[in-house]
């Protein structure tokens, strides 16, 4: 029996990743076990995410997933190369994956093994190649394109597809999990899905295989309208999705607007300088800009450059939010733990804690009173995480329920 990992936002779960685990199970046969290493209440690009870590491991477990773990705050709320390096990190150390799947739209070529291959490595003939590129003026992404062009130049290679892979997030993460079993010497297996549909950023709905997007921003342009959004989502989501309205507020950055200009304007130059993604000039950018800003996404578009894309600016604003500064990250390079967030397995769930090399945690408050004071301190900072985006969406304030006091769903 095979057991495989997707690495996984769900934001919210849509029937293009439906479409995935059943093709998952289409492959592999009925018995594989699919576990979900799921962001949590924040995503890779930098955003709050649309519902909160329990209900999109319920959209995970109704639509098939056996096991659903927690990919903490501080370390998928990072660059691709990050994010991808420490899923893979957790995924090779929990000791029972065979497979990590992945969707891409280079289904058809190879492209993403030959591109993660070369840098891995980044051998001289690469740089040479890179810095050639680079010394004519072009941007560092065309540079890379025009680079790996002439290193993977054979005689069943197309342009085309190269810069399609390079420009699809999709691949580009695909590349990134790729590179890191590469240089983590990992014996995990990868496969790819072909991603159908409209592609990952694409903001408008498309059929009834819609981006997360597309599904996002029509349901925040018009809450009262999810109707809009019923024939891209699995009916389980939808319900999901109905039942935790009434609750909680959908997250977006608008929600978010005042604790994010407070966190910024709360903290002196020398403050900000100590976050990730801080140099030239950025510090005074934001500090300049705040005040003139009704809101966060107008601040984004306000402080996005050349030198600054928009992705860039929304993960160190979730960094400030958040409080994980340098010192953060010097002092936790690694996820510590693995907390299992729902499960419809148990044997799989044994399986688990006998093999893996990092601690399963099914009781966080359990788990906690039994750590020392370094590991303790990377849940309180998930902890706290958590309790910012519950207080700031939760509709009654007196429903509020600490992480010790959930449970995982088993």
């Not at 491991?57 to 390096?85: H, K, R, T, W």
């Not at 510590?336 to 729902?342: E, G």
């Not at 958590?386 to 429903?399: A, E, R, V």
């Amino acid at each position: 029996m095979k057991t495989v990992a997707i690495i996984s936002e769900y934001n919210p779960f849509h029937n293009g990743h439906l479409h995935q685990i059943k093709m998952i199970r289409k492959l592999f046969g009925e018995t594989v076990s699919i576990i979900n290493l799921l962001s949590s209440n924040y995503v890779q690009r930098g955003e709050p995410a649309l519902t909160d870590k329990y209900s999109r491991a319920d959209m995970a477990i109704c639509n098939g997933s056996d096991m659903v773990l927690e990919y903490p705050s501080l370390f998928c709320c990072q660059s691709a190369e990050a994010y991808a390096d420490n899923a893979v990190y957790i995924l090779n150390n929990i000791g029972i994956i065979d497979y990590i799947i992945y969707g891409s739209k280079s289904f058809h070529n190879d492209n993403i093994k030959r591109i993660s291959k070369i840098l891995s490595n980044e051998t001289s003939e690469y740089k040479e190649a890179l810095k050639k590129e680079l010394s004519k003026g072009i941007s560092f992404p065309k540079a890379r394109e025009n680079a790996l062009c002439k290193l993977i130049n054979t005689p069943d290679f197309l342009y085309d597809n190269l810069s399609v892979t390079l420009k699809s997030s999709n691949d580009i993460l695909a590349i990134e999990y790729e590179k890191a079993i590469i240089r983590q010497k990992s014996v995990l297996c990868t496969l790819p899905i072909e991603r159908i549909g409209s592609d990952y950023n694409d903001p408008c709905l498309n059929g009834c295989y819609s981006s997360a997007t597309a599904i996002r921003t029509t349901i925040l342009s018009d809450l009262n309208n999810l109707q809009a959004v019923k024939g891209n989502i699995p009916y389980s989501t939808f319900n999901i999705l109905q039942e935790y309205s009434k609750n909680k507020f959908y997250g977006s950055f608008d929600l978010f607007s005042d604790i994010i200009s407070y966190s910024i304007i709360s903290k002196c130059i020398k403050e900000i300088r100590n976050f990730p993604l801080i140099n030239e000039g950025l510090e005074n950018l934001l500090k300049k800009n705040v005040p003139l800003c009704n809101s966060v996404n107008e601040l984004i578009q306000r402080c996005t450059t050349k030198r600054y894309p928009s992705t860039r600016i929304q993960r160190l604003l979730m960094h400030m939010l958040l409080g994980a500064d340098n010192d953060i990250y010097f002092k936790f390079k690694r996820p510590m733990y693995v907390r299992v967030l729902a499960s419809r397995d148990k044997s799989l769930l044994s399986h688990l804690s006998i093999n893996s090399k990092l601690p399963i945690v099914t009781s966080l408050k359990k788990y906690y009173d039994s750590s020392n004071f370094e590991i303790k301190s990377l849940i309180d900072f998930e902890n706290k995480a958590c309790d910012i985006y519950n207080m700031i969406c939760l509709k009654d304030k007196s429903s509020y329920l600490s992480e010790f006091s959930v449970k995982a769903q088993i």
